[in-house]
């Protein structure tokens, strides 16, 4: 027994030092293994990502969404915008650049692996079911290319992927006219699928209203807006091939009205103003008030016309039109009231209302037969001096052409007139002041003409017998400069343009502007 034990115990002692040298030999190669199975790790990597992708696209058909015949596909949507403008009020469009980005869950691509998200690009976002996602009010978009296809695609290892493109989209914007310059606008971005309807594919918006559609702080590109905000809605519209939903992203827009008081506003209130300086000028001073009313006029004509190149050709007049109209009025108003006070203006020298001829300087004159001799023509002469400039200064004209006997008898007539009763006085003084307005303008020229030269000699020739005649004074004369009607234009004119300006900014500034609401 002894024996036994003695062989067992040399047995186990052979056995340790085999195993302690068999531990020796192998701890080298063992660190060499792990080594080797360490540098090798990214290329694990690398394959397990292809079998991942490979696995996931076998058999995957990216012709049907997901969840057919089973359940709706919800794609959850928001939208940052990284540059917004500009706008066009002439085609009533806008530009917008944004990164849209969806998000849905398709089971098809569940994964089991080290990482729990594949970021992938636009490559393998061709090779799976996305979204037909178009823009309803979009006129013309764009996807970025360069220098490849701006595309993020990632998805989770329960199936749910994101995808975001950057898109440029030029979109309607309905704009109504009625308060401009001092309109605002909603302008809305609407989308949705083109092909599924509510029952298969619908769409969500991710976060609440003011992050689900996101401005970045420095991307207003407006010039003549204000971006005040923007509001999300969502609706169902109805057509032949079914229901479908629309997503709306509404920006509100404010116009600023600094341009349009500089390159419109101020010139038509200079301009009014302009024209009213002529109800301070002398009604006599014609060709200043004439250039003024007509200047004036012509220069509203051209403000009018370009204030609306700016602007669709709506049929309706906006705010600014109506503001051009009224001083429109106003101008043409003026060149009215000058056209009336001229009218009523007795040029030259005005008489008095007093002053008539003295009817008894006027000698007892009659034709001797059908015919004037020269003696009578030179009475006549002598007799009608002190009536000349207020009777005969209006047919002088034709007296220079030959017909001297004709108006030699009219104006005996005129002179036997003189004689008439006291009762015609009146419509003498009236007849007095009219031709007083001829001889300003009709005044004769004796030193030019040798037939109206000779007739004055001859008239003037002194007879030996006749007693020098005394000549009465002359009435006094008073200049015609201001008109009762320039009086009041001066008042009415003013105060009514100042009370117009009051009432049309008191109205447009403190409305408040109509904008979408968000629901």
């Known amino acids: 027994m002894a024996l036994q034990r003695a062989v067992m115990k040399m047995e186990l002692n052979i056995y340790n ?63 940052y915008v990284t540059s917004f403008g500009p706008v066009s009020d002439t085609d009533m469009e806008y530009t917008i650049d944004v990164f849209f980005r969806q998000k849905w869950k398709d089971e098809r691509l569940k994964f089991k692996g080290p990482m729990n998200i594949l970021r992938l690009n636009n490559l393998m976002a061709s090779k799976i079911w996305t979204p037909d996602t178009f823009f309803h009010n979009g006129k013309k978009s764009v996807a970025h290319n360069m220098t490849m296809p701006n595309k993020l695609l990632r998805i989770q290892d329960d199936g749910t992927l994101l995808y975001t493109m950057r898109l440029t989209v030029q979109a309607e914007c309905p704009m109504h006219l009625e308060d401009f310059p001092m309109d605002a606008h909603s302008c809305p971005l609407k989308f949705g699928s083109y092909a599924y309807t509510t029952s298969e594919v619908t769409y969500i918006w991710t976060y609440n209203a003011s992050d689900s559609v996101q401005v970045a702080p420095d991307g207003s590109r407006l010039n003549q807006y204000d971006l005040l905000g923007q509001s999300i809605g969502k609706e169902t519209i109805k057509s032949s091939t079914g229901e479908y939903t629309v997503m709306t992203a509404h920006f509100h827009l404010k116009r600023k009205i600094g341009y349009f008081v500089i390159q419109t506003y101020l010139p038509c209130i200079m301009t009014v103003i302009l024209s009213q300086v002529s109800f301070w000028l002398n009604r006599e001073s014609v060709p200043a008030r004439t250039v003024f009313g007509v200047t004036t006029v012509l220069t509203m004509t051209t403000l009018s016309i370009s204030a609306r190149n700016s602007l669709p050709k709506v049929a309706y007049a906006t705010a600014m039109d109506w503001f051009i109209a009224v001083c429109y009025a106003f101008v043409f108003s003026a060149l009215i009231e000058f056209a009336t006070v001229n009218y009523f203006t007795k040029r030259g020298w005005a008489w008095d209302g007093k002053s008539v001829v003295n009817d008894k300087v006027i000698p007892s004159i009659k034709a001797e037969g059908s015919t004037l001799t020269y003696n009578s023509v030179k009475a006549i002469l002598q007799g009608a001096k002190l009536i000349w400039s207020k009777y005969i200064a209006s047919s002088w004209p034709n007296l220079i052409q030959g017909k001297t006997l004709v108006y030699l008898q009219k104006w005996t007539d005129c002179i036997t007139f003189q004689r008439s009763s006291k009762k015609e006085k ?94």
């Open 426 to 519: 009146a419509s003498v003084m009236i007849q007095n002041n009219a031709y007083a307005v001829a001889v300003a303008n009709y005044a004769p020229n004796l030193s030019k003409d040798p037939v109206l030269s000779t007739i004055s000699k001859s008239a003037t020739t002194p007879e030996p017998n006749k007693k020098p005649e005394n000549k009465p004074a002359e009435a006094k004369k008073t200049f015609n400069s201001v008109s009762k009607i320039d009086r009041m234009s001066r008042i009415v004119f003013p105060v009514l343009f100042g009370t117009f300006n009051l009432v049309y900014w008191a109205t447009y500034l403190n409305r408040e502007p109509v904008l979408g609401v968000s629901t």
């Open 17 to 79: 030092m085999q195993l302690l040298l068999l531990v020796f030999l192998m701890w080298d190669p063992a660190r060499l293994v792990l080594a080797n199975i360490q540098e090798d790790g990214p290329e694990n990597n690398i394959t397990i990502f292809t079998r991942i992708l490979d696995r996931l696209l076998d058999g995957y058909d990216n012709r049907l969404r997901p969840g057919l015949g089973d359940s709706i596909t919800e794609v959850f949507t928001n939208i």
